[in-house]
T-cell receptor, first 111, second 115 residues
Framework: LAKTTQPISMDSYEGQEVNITCSHNNIATNDYITWYQQFPSQGPRFIIQGYKTKVTNEVASLFIPADRKSSTLSLPRVSLSDTAVYYCLVGSDNYGQNFVFGPGTRLSVLP | DTGVSQDPRHKITKRGQNVTFRCDPISEHNRLYWYRQTLGQGPEFLTYFQNEAQLEKSRLLSDRFSAERPKGSFSTLEIQRTEQGDSAMYLC?????????????FGNGTRLTVT
């Protein structure tokens, strides 16, 4: 069971790039890295998933170094609406008791 | 894609009463999951269905909790003899079968308050 560690909270300003790093020292060979975003009173929303190197979509980029012991979610030019909790998860299956949501990183974007 | 729908959005009940929540997944998704979330914590896995078969249950799921997915479509989660500790947000999610790393699509949850 890969455990993840990420900052409890971060502050940023509108228009800045935000990087949230997640540590997962015990990641297994078959594990993927997945990030979710959650707004108050809503369920989590899938943002991005990767296995190695770099993945980019219309919302974010995910950087994974060669040793895969950490990953960084990058949000370009954040706005107030990006204020949310961001969860980093690691696992070979995207479900079940071994796919564990930690407390996440609470990102506050300030004007 | 109308998303995952949960009903009701809010439920207030007295301790000892039974409650039932409903989840309608995305129509083509054959996997359905229930999670529980308390304030300041991430969601905790409760149980998982593939079609109508309940394949995994968390050790958190006491015998007061039961979930069904009778025809492989919608699902219900029932809590019997509710306790104040059951107060939480109950989230349902679904995913498309096939790849084990298919992302989960969550509903907006049912918030349960036990008084």
């Amino acid at each position: 069971l890969a455990k993840t560690t990420q900052p409890i909270s971060m502050d940023s300003y509108e228009g800045q790039e935000v990087n949230i790093t997640c540590s997962h020292n015990n990641i297994a060979t078959n594990d993927y890295i997945t990030w979710y975003q959650q707004f108050p009173s809503q369920g989590p929303r899938f943002i991005i998933q990767g296995y190695k190197t770099k993945v980019t979509n219309e919302v974010a980029s995910l950087f994974i170094p060669a040793d895969r012991k950490s990953s960084t979610l990058s949000l370009p030019r954040v706005s107030l609406s990006d204020t949310a909790v961001y969860y980093c998860l690691v696992g070979s299956d995207n479900y079940g008791q071994n796919f564990v949501f930690g407390p996440g990183t609470r990102l506050s974007v300030l004007p | 894609d109308t998303g995952v729908s949960q009903d009701p959005r809010h439920k207030i009940t007295k301790r000892g009463q039974n409650v039932t929540f409903r989840c309608d997944p995305i129509s083509e998704h054959n996997r359905l999951y229930w999670y529980r979330q308390t304030l300041g914590q991430g969601p905790e896995f409760l149980t998982y269905f593939q079609n109508e078969a309940q394949l995994e249950k968390s050790r958190l799921l006491s015998d007061r909790f039961s979930a069904e997915r009778p025809k492989g479509s919608f699902s219900t989660l029932e809590i019997q003899r509710t306790e104040q500790g059951d107060s939480a947000m109950y989230l349902c999610a679904s995913s498309l079968g096939g790849a084990r790393n298919s992302p989960l699509h969550f509903g907006n949850g049912t918030r349960l308050t036990v008084t």
